[in-house]
């Protein structure tokens, strides 16, 4: 039994060093495929690579900054009661990484000159702003509401009341239009590079909010909240659902809100993979067709090897080294190759999407393209175990 292990891998080293041989008395040959492959390979990293950073750009622009499951009341016209207690329950959930209650109204802001229709947003801004980043939105000398009656505009509404910090405009809510308006301190300008929100929000604190709309302290519009993957949100949503245990609650998903984002996303996705999988056809075939001409040059040594005592499942050994020795070394060119085009690329393109060097998806490519040369071996590999040594010898 020891004696035919070892045999079987002295055997093994034998084909191996066949097909290191084999391969380099075709040096060009074997430079062509490997290049090949290393194409292949690098298309691969710099088409995943890409396209997985525009994904992240666009997740990043459009909800990056919203709230990515929204929990309100199921009557639109309600509030949410005790919702520091829900709060609570949804900080259990490790798949959220942030939470926040927020309420949003609208009405008009004033002076003696000017009068335009805003959107009022009151939050709790130290937990608001893991959602929404409002201190890196801050103008030069802003700073954030923190007490009553403080806001911060958008930039826009700035230009148009002419206003510094320190200045008061008079706000009435839609809901109550009937009562006075509230008297508001500006604190801050925020830049939210949206024409439409620096011209429109107005942020506050949550107690100004309910102040303005006569709610209790525990009670609330809307709990915001953002995930750790944004493609579990529908999933996520049923499960804070069950957990909350309360039919007054319902949860909204930023993929109900963006459905025609979310299949952009996965046409993106599509056509990625769609990508990948030609260009292993292409270099399976590539290898294949080579690797068949080679057991047709290399017929004589086969038959010479066979005639010495070679077997047929040895002979085949000698083509599927030769496939995974190309496919381990056009894999490592090819990686390479894909780095240095997204430098390239990043470099000189400047086109603002963001591109990350994903090492697991880079491992994943490498092991397609090792895989795919040593299945496209498969082939010539079952030829040369086929080849007659009499045949071979007798047509020279």
């Keep these: 039994m020891m004696i035919s292990k070892h045999l079987e891998v002295i055997m093994m080293k034998l084909a191996f060093s066949?097909?290191?041989r084999f391969l380099l008395s075709a040096k060009k040959q074997t430079i062509i495929i490997i290049l090949g492959i290393a194409v292949g390979v690098s298309v691969q990293v710099f088409i995943g690579a890409l396209i997985n950073g525009l994904q992240v750009n666009l997740i990043d622009t459009a909800i990056g900054s919203q709230s990515q499951i929204t929990i309100s009341h199921q009557n639109e016209d309600l509030y949410i009661d005790d919702y520091e207690q829900i709060i609570e329950?949804?900080?259990?959930?490790?798949?959220?990484?942030?939470?926040?209650?927020?309420?949003?109204s609208s009405g008009r802001l004033s002076n003696t000159e000017e009068s335009e229709n805003i959107?009022?947003?009151?939050?709790?801004?130290?937990?608001?702003?893991?959602?929404?980043?409002?201190?890196?939105?801050?103008?030069?000398?802003?700073?954030?509401?923190?007490?009553?009656?403080?806001?911060?505009?958008?930039?826009?509404?700035?230009?148009?009341?002419n206003l510094s910090i320190g200045d008061t405009l008079n706000y009435t809510d839609n809901s109550n239009p009937a009562n006075p308006p509230t008297t508001m301190t500006i604190v801050g300008f925020l830049d939210f590079k949206s024409v439409d929100l620096n011209n429109a929000w107005m942020i506050s604190t949550l107690e100004t909010s309910q102040s303005i709309l006569g709610l209790n302290e525990d009670q609330t519009q809307n709990i915001e909240t953002q995930l750790k993957d944004v493609f579990l949100a529908d999933e996520l949503s049923k499960d804070i659902i069950t957990q909350l245990n309360n039919d007054d609650i319902r949860a909204i998903t930023w993929i109900q809100r963006n459905?025609?984002?979310?299949?952009?996303?996965?046409?993106?996705?599509?056509?990625?993979?769609?990508?990948?999988?030609?260009?292993?056809?292409?270099?399976?075939?590539?290898?294949?067709?080579?690797?068949?001409?080679?057991?047709?040059?290399?017929?004589?040594?086969l038959g010479i090897l066979k005639a010495m005592g070679i077997k047929d499942k040895d002979a085949s050994k000698i083509f599927?080294?030769?496939?995974?020795?190309?496919?381990?070394?056009?894999?490592?060119?090819?990686?390479?190759?894909?780095?240095a085009l997204l430098y390239a690329f990043d470099v000189f393109a400047d086109t603002g999407i963001p591109i990350t060097i994903d090492l697991g998806f880079i491992a994943l490519s490498a092991g397609i393209a090792i895989t795919a040369s040593t299945i496209a071996a498969l082939s010539p590999a079952i030829k040369s175990s086929k080849l007659n040594v009499i045949e071979v010898i007798r047509n020279g």
Excluded: H, R
């Design 89 to 104: 329950q949804l900080n259990q959930n490790n798949q959220l990484t942030e939470v926040a209650p927020s309420i949003t």
């Design 119 to 161: 959107v009022f947003k009151g939050f709790n801004l130290s937990q608001a702003d893991g959602i929404y980043q409002f201190e890196e939105k801050l103008t030069e000398n802003s700073s954030l509401p923190n007490e009553v009656n403080q806001v911060a505009l958008g930039i826009g509404l700035k230009e148009t009341f």
């Design 259 to 301: 459905e025609e984002l979310l299949s952009g996303l996965n046409g993106q996705s599509v056509s990625s993979l769609m990508i990948q999988i030609f260009v292993i056809i292409s270099v399976v075939l590539g290898i294949s067709s080579v690797l068949a001409i080679t057991v047709l040059q290399k017929s004589k040594q």
């Design 18 to 20: 066949i097909a290191k």
């Design 320 to 339: 599927l080294f030769e496939g995974f020795l190309l496919g381990v070394f056009g894999a490592i060119i090819g990686i390479f190759l894909g780095i």
